[in-house]
């Protein structure tokens, strides 16, 4: 019994002694492979973000109700402000050219073109605070790439970096994801102009039936343009466009 007691105290003895070596090791290590756990030990995902988040859904909000351009070329002005053509004809009784076929296509251009002056800032942001805490940054030129699917917007940052403080990470691209329903009112807005192009208006009205969310305005200017405002009331995102199409001069009816 005394020898089954003792064999039962070197083992208890055995389990603490590994216990507490694990312990110092991870207290030695923890911070060293956790480089890119927070934002004290250095996580440039979760900074950058921050740092653009505000920029992103500011950018969002203008563009979107300027029907994705921040200075369109082909417009009239409704309210004080430069409503782009998205299908367009001067003349009578014909039915409009699309202005613009690829109106998701051009909104993330703007996107990527506008935003990335503000994105290398807080690129630059990171890489002057961490170095003031003690790492070696290292950072390359900063790409973008932004992309609409349902429900957000999908921009990918890349922009290479190494971070070295005992250990070293490098990153080569960074994917972050905001909230935004415009993919659908994008989609409703090319489909509105399909129609414009072929028969010279639409009925707005189908389409609720279908986005139960969704609100579209349609004023009818008296030289004949239209300026159309699609609206989701759940997310409060607006998109605004304008068309001129099937014409008729002054005195005559349709």
Known sequence: ?????????????VIIAIVIVAIILAFMFYPKINIGGNSETGNPKSFIESCMKEDVNTLLDELSYNGGYEEPEG??????????????????YETCIVQQPNVQGHF???????????????????????????????VSKAELNASFVPGKLKIELMSPMTLSKDTSRTYESFDYEFKSDLYDLMALATSIIDYESVYGDSETTLYLRYYPNIKIEKVRLDEGSK???ISNFVSGERFRFASRSLVWPPGFEQ
């Open 1 to 13: 019994m005394g020898f089954i007691n003792k064999k039962g105290q070197v083992a208890i003895f």
């Open 75 to 92: 417009f009239i002005i409704y309210q004080g402000e430069k409503v782009p053509y998205f299908c367009y004809t001067s003349d009578s």
């Open 108 to 138: 993330e251009n703007e996107i990527e073109r506008i935003l990335k002056p503000s994105v290398e800032s807080c690129v630059k942001d990171f890489k002057k605070e961490f170095e003031s805490k003690g790492y070696s940054v290292s």
């Open 227 to 229: 300026i159309y405002t």
